[in-house]
């Protein structure tokens, strides 16, 4: 009798303790409900459990998470508490906004990213939520594979740590708006054909800017695109161009200098989305014209305007010339080519210093030019 008294007694003790261990689990979790899903989702990619759980080890799994995402700045882990309906996942939206029996439910919502193409949103304009419900195995393994897959993220399972690849991006991220003024104005640094894990690890990595002479001595565009080749080949091609009086293609300067600025104000729904209010870009005139009478423009004597073809698509105006470019071998099947754009001038041109969102790889195919690139400059007159 004493005997299967204590075995009883065992049995809630055990129960009692695994109660407590996942109370403990649920209570350690941000918990999330409906009206503030958006806030998160503005600044986060979020990987959300739905409690009532079939599987008791959810809390724990989620809290797990949590530990390893809390430093980043990407993913948000927690507990949301909502009814079906309110997911946003069309499998999980009966009309009566219940559950499926016996599931745990994990739902992945991607950041919100802000439409910024209409800064005038229509009145209660809806936001979409993009929501994916999580099908794989309940392990921290598994999730955190799919988090980093669909979030973004770099992070491991050993205390949240970086992946190489995270901690690669990491020190891309250090350099990216950095200066190096022991270098300002100085000569940018010279070196020949690079292998790739030099450009790699030396530049790329480093957002340092270099020059790479003979990189391009092999390209059949070096002989090739003359002008008289250009204009025979294009010359009744319709191209847009820029025109400005003093070369000046680019540059910011204060809206008060606008007419009509004071009288006609910016509506503040939209001036509270700008960064720099009172400031305009200040861009040259367009026009479309025949690639040959580009070609006479840049060339005319003693003119007061300068002419420039900028931005133009290689691939779309003239396709042909695609194959007069190659791949530079150190780059070869590791960068992924957003543009294949074509600058043309009639060297009185001048863009302002600028931040573009990715990295440049500039081939001067003939004459010469001055960049000034991240503290240092190309000086013009020098071959590369």
């Known amino acids: 009798m004493a005997s299967k008294t204590r075995t009883v007694c065992f049995l809630v003790y055990c129960v009692i303790v695994r109660v407590a261990e996942l109370s403990e689990g649920a209570s350690k979790l941000t918990h999330v409900v409906s009206s503030n899903l958006s806030q998160v989702l503005s600044e986060r990619c979020a990987l959300l459990g739905v409690p009532p759980y079939g599987d008791d080890h959810v809390p724990e799994l989620l809290a797990s998470l949590q530990l390893i995402y809390e430093r980043d700045h990407d993913v948000f882990v927690g507990q949301f508490h909502a009814t079906a309906d309110q997911l946003g996942v069309p499998s999980l939206s009966p009309a009566n906004g219940a559950y499926p029996n016996n599931q745990s439910i994990l739902v992945l919502y991607k950041r919100n990213v802000k439409d910024r193409s209409c800064l005038i949103q229509p009145p209660n304009a809806a936001h979409h939520v993009h929501a994916q419900l999580y099908s794989g195995d309940l392990s921290v393994d598994s999730l955190v594979r799919f988090i980093n897959e669909e979030c973004g993220a770099f992070r491991t399972t050993e205390r949240g740590k970086l992946t190489r690849a995270g901690l690669r991006r990491e020190r891309i991220h250090d350099n990216l ?178 931040f573009d969102p990715y990295d440049n790889l500039l081939c001067q195919v003939s004459r010469a030019g001055r960049a000034t690139i991240e503290g240092c400059s190309v000086i013009p007159g020098r071959p590369v």
Request: glycine share 6%; with cysteine; hydrophobic share 35%.
């Open 177 to 354: 708006y950095g200066v190096s003024r022991d270098e300002d104005g100085a000569e940018c640094l010279r070196i020949r054909m690079p292998n790739t894990s030099a450009f790699v690890h030396d530049y790329l990595f480093r957002s340092r800017p270099v020059v790479i002479e003979g990189a391009i001595n092999d390209w059949p565009a070096r002989d090739k695109w003359t002008m008289e080749f250009l204009l025979k080949k294009y010359g009744n091609k319709t191209v847009h161009v820029k025109l400005t009086p003093d070369g000046n293609f680019e540059g910011v300067e204060s809206a008060y200098l606008w007419q009509g600025y004071r009288r006609d104000r910016i509506p503040e729904s939209v001036r509270a989305q700008l960064q720099f209010p009172d400031l305009v870009v200040v861009r040259p005139a367009s026009a479309e014209m025949k690639f040959s009478q580009f070609l006479d423009l840049t060339m005319a004597q003693n003119k007061s305007y300068s002419v420039y073809l900028e931005y133009s698509s290689i691939p779309y105006y003239m396709p042909e010339l695609t194959k007069d470019v190659k791949e530079l071998p150190f780059v070869e099947g590791l960068l992924h080519k957003h543009h294949f754009n074509m600058w043309l001038s009639d060297g009185r041109t001048l863009g302002k210093l600028h």
